[in-house]
């Protein structure tokens, strides 16, 4: 069940106190739901797809760590 807002703010502040429930405001005369919809890092991703061409989760998971803590952090090159 979600809780309710008068306000969009109001509703921001109730998700704030409470992400694992959605929460429902009237705005313009429209009933919204709204919900904090969780970041997906790339690990989750890589565990999502599961592994392919003999790379399992844990051995991506590895690289990407080992990358991290040698700085890598810019954008991947474009395919």
């Known amino acids: ?3 309710a807002a008068r306000t969009i703010e109001d509703a921001l502040e109730l998700l704030r106190m409470r992400p694992e429930r959605p ?4 705005v313009g005369g429209l009933l919204i739901e709204m919900r ?11 565990r999502e797809i599961g592994p392919w061409e ?5 051995e991506l998971a590895r ?3 080992e990358e991290r803590q040698r700085g890598g952090a810019k954008e991947p090159p474009c395919l």
Do not use: H, I, T
């Not at 929460?23 to 009237?26: G, H, I, L």
């Not at 904090?36 to 890589?46: E, I, T, Y």
């Not at 003999?54 to 844990?58: L, Q, R």
């Open 1 to 3: 069940m979600s809780a």
């Open 23 to 26: 929460v429902e405001a009237e």
């Open 36 to 46: 904090v919809k969780p970041r997906r890092s790339a690990a989750d991703l890589f």
């Open 54 to 58: 003999g790379e399992s989760n844990d």
């Open 63 to 65: 690289r990407l760590q």
